[in-house]
């Protein structure tokens, strides 16, 4: 179905809409309404055309009594039937009232209590004087559905339907109509005269059967106006005399249809209508609508019988909905177990999605299916851009609640997607967790849709009288629309398979969040080990160090006069290895204390730790005669205040080591992104081979030897790990002889706010 938006869309429709129809009072005028006080059946109100039927003026019912019309044996046992709770017992009874004398007129009685608990009595004229018994309709009913069975086709099987009905009532026109998601409706089998033009595959638009109307037809299953041109009659009096409010007359089979109604079937060239409702699950999901081109008056008997029709083939119609997308089902089950064990059998679930011959598009009849998960996109088939995406996702994450969220036209909720109707006019986007999705596309397929009538001026509202008066359109001829920014509609299992899907991979990522809180436990306890062993082994290799660098020194100074040259310098390389030895015990200790366990997260404004960095730095810098320029306003981040001193330090004694002939000159910069600081060091010192620029940041990693530049090559890997424990990322962009670049990023809201999520 298309998706049309042809909801009230202004204030008289809504108006309209609100305006109750169950009290107007009126009835129509082919049969008698009494309102009975019980028990004594006291006659409270009745309607106006008293006289006409049974020759008693309404003021002078109104002093009688059910049992001054009724013979006593027709009281008595109506009395006994009224006791019971379910009225349908004594319903329809004959009943034979007295007119004058022996003149009777026989009626069709049909007693209901309304939810006030007013006894309200409805005569209709009798066309028989027998009560058809039950099972003529059970054989009715039988002889349908004997021919229901050999057809598969919902559509086939709605067209027998409205034969069926059509044969037993008799009426000019017979059609089901069938409601959409947003209540609009259209006629989906019909059955009719020859000559008259046909109403099938036209639209309706919701406001035809406004709310109220709707509500009634799921309560009272079965309307009949057998002449619609006939002028309604009041009760009399209006209000009821107990509650001193019109009655409410939501279960009436005599209720007159409100004037709108009538001129609509005016409009439609309707003299009678009859009108079967079909529910699914408390929902109106249907109509059987029969009209006539001249009053018709159908007998209650054969009303309950196109009721029990209606409620009998209806149970079947579900059933085979259900079973007429069986085949594509099926397809779309072995596709989603094939998707389930690919990822299974995948390292990431994602590549399980979309590497395989069996892939997303399969699971939807999709063109196109992306993936957002942790902030990577991976694409299939035809898609919008990845910037796009991050968009909508953003606006999914923001406006849709639901884990599933289908649309066959994204544009007219979300009108950015315009740009790009022609990969995703229809979506399905299924939400993993926060921010992560999977979402299938359609493009846009123009469709022209028949109205019967302009859908957008269904009514014309009159406010001249003072009230609010809406008349129905004059015209019910074809009116077809172009419907743009929509693609083919998302069917039913399709987006049972997309839930089912859902499943599967919530599963897996919560299975794999599992192995990763073990992996990430064993890495703490690994870590925390590495750390104790860093610890001891830099605290217990100082000690014996000291001793050889103690012990050499006492060498040199009690035997040096005895030593020669050689023997000095040789005295001279042990210090300087015990020295550097030194320094490296003292950074590999310095990288292990680097821990975000016992890292002191706070408000830290970045110009204290630079200017401490300054300071420790001070001698190199003034020897060097460096420059250093410092971006004005330097942010205020959440971060440890010790590990961004040493890290500016590291960065900073870098670029004046590996300066070039030229002085040094350093700039420091730090800029806002979306979710992130990004800050950065840029140098004019030599400058780094690009094909090394991530290999210095690993541990003991240099590209000179220490007689070119001292060092441990222990800086960089501090460094990242100290930005690391901050959830950010450091890098450097270089060239040789063109002076380096470092960058790095602290999250906004400190490391509690990752920023992927
Ligand atoms: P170290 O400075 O102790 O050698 P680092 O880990 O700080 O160790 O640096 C690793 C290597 O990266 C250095 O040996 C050097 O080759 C290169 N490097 C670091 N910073 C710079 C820079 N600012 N300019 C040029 N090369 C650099």
């Known amino acids: 179905m298309n998706t049309i938006n042809t909801a009230l869309d202004n204030a008289d429709l809504l108006a309209f809409e609100r305006k109750p129809i169950h009290n107007s009072g009126k009835i129509q005028p082919y049969g008698v309404v009494l309102v009975l006080q019980e ?84 005569l209709e004229p009798a066309t028989s004087q027998e009560n058809i018994p039950f099972l003529s309709f059970y054989h009715l009913a039988r002889a349908s559905i004997n021919q229901l069975q050999e057809t598969s086709r919902l559509r086939d099987f709605c067209q027998i339907i409205v034969q069926e009905v059509r044969k037993v009532t008799g009426f000019d026109r017979v059609m089901l109509y069938k409601f959409d998601e947003d209540n609009h409706g259209a006629v989906i089998a019909e059955e009719k005269l020859d000559h008259l033009e046909s109403y099938l595959d036209l639209h309706y638009p919701a406001s035809d059967i406004p709310k109220q109307a709707r509500k009634l037809f799921s309560s009272n299953w079965i309307r009949i106006i057998p002449d619609t041109k006939a002028e309604p009659v009041a009760l009399y009096p209006l209000n009821n005399p107990i509650s001193d409010r019109p009655l409410d007359l939501t279960n009436s089979i005599l209720r007159s249809p409100s004037a709108c109604h009538l001129e609509y079937l005016h409009n439609m060239g309707v003299g009678a209508s009859l009108t079967i409702s079909l529910i699914e699950d408390g929902k109106l999901w249907g109509l059987i609508a029969c009209h006539h081109l001249t009053p018709k008056y159908v007998s209650y008997e054969l009303r309950k019988a196109c009721e029990f029709l209606g409620r009998v083939i209806f149970s079947e119609i579900s059933n085979r909905e259900e079973t007429e997308d069986y085949d594509y089902r099926m397809k779309l089950n072995y596709f989603g177990s094939q998707l389930v064990d690919d990822m299974s059998q995948s390292d990431d679930f994602v590549s399980g999605l979309i590497k395989h011959d069996t892939n997303l598009l399969n699971l939807t009849s999709a063109r196109g299916a992306a993936v957002c998960y942790n902030g990577n996109w ?28 289908t649309t066959d036209s994204l544009a007219k909720i979300y009108p950015d997607a315009d740009q790009y109707k022609n990969t995703a006019s229809g979506l399905v ?3 993993i967790s926060r ?27 009159d406010h001249s009288q003072g009230n609010l008066k809406m008349s129905p359109r004059k015209s019910f001829e074809l009116w077809k629309e172009t419907v743009r920014l929509t693609s083919l509609p998302w069917k039913q299992v399709e987006v049972n398979a997309v839930k089912e899907l859902r499943k ?29 062993f860093a610890y001891v082994a830099s605290h217990d290799l100082q000690e014996p160090l000291n001793h050889v660098s103690n012990y050499v020194q006492l060498l040199e100074m009690r035997y040096g006069e005895r030593l020669d040259e050689d023997a000095k310098d040789f005295i001279g390389f042990a210090v300087e290895g015990v020295t550097l030895m030194q320094t490296l015990i003292d950074d590999v200790l310095a990288y292990s204390k680097v821990d975000s366990q016992v890292s002191q997260f706070e408000l830290t404004e970045v110009r204290t730790p630079l200017e401490q960095a300054l300071t420790n730095l001070q001698r190199r810098i003034s020897e060097s005669q460096a420059v250093i320029t410092i971006q004005d306003n330097l942010p205020t981040i959440m971060a440890d205040q010790t590990q961004l001193m040493q890290l500016f330090q590291n960065l900073l004694s870098n670029a004046i080591k590996f300066r070039s002939s030229a002085v040094p000159e350093i700039e420091i910069k730090a800029e806002r992104q979306e979710y992130e600081w990004l800050f950065s060091v840029k140098d004019n010192a030599i400058g780094i081979d690009p094909q090394f620029c991530e290999r210095i940041f690993i541990i003991f990693q240099r590209l000179h030897t220490r007689d070119e530049y001292p060092g441990t090559g222990m800086g960089l890997a501090i460094c990242k790990k100290i930005i690391e424990c901050h959830r950010g990322r450091i890098w ?23 920023r992927r999520n």
């Open 39 to 122: 028990p004594d059946l006291k006659i409270l109100q009745v309607s106006t055309n008293s006289y006409a039927v049974f020759g008693i003026s309404p003021e002078e019912m109104l002093e009688k009594s059910l049992e001054d019309i009724l013979d006593p044996f027709q009281i008595e046992k109506l009395e006994m039937g009224l006791q019971q709770d379910n009225l349908d017992f004594i319903n329809p009874t004959k009943i034979w009232a007295r007119k004058h004398g022996d003149d009777y007129v026989i009626f069709d009685g049909v007693f209901h209590r309304n939810t006030e608990g007013n006894l309200i009595l409805e």
């Open 378 to 405: 991976t694409l299939l088939g035809e898609t919008p851009a990845e910037e796009e995406l991050n968009f909508l996702v953003k606006w999914l994450y923001q406006n849709i609640d639901e884990e599933v969220f």
């Open 429 to 431: 986007a299924m939400a």
């Open 435 to 461: 921010r992560n999705y999977v979402l299938w596309f359609r493009p846009e397929v123009i469709q022209t849709v028949n109205w019967g009538g302009d859908p957008h001026n269904a009514y014309q509202a």
């Open 504 to 532: 599967a991979i919530v599963n897996i990522v919560l299975r794999k969040a599992d192995e990763l809180a073990l992996l990430t436990n064993d890495l703490q306890r690994s870590n925390a080990e590495l750390k104790r």
């Open 732 to 754: 450097v962009e270089s060239e040789l002889g063109k002076g380096s670049t470092f960058y790095f990023t602290i999250p906004v809201g400190g490391r509690e706010r990752d």
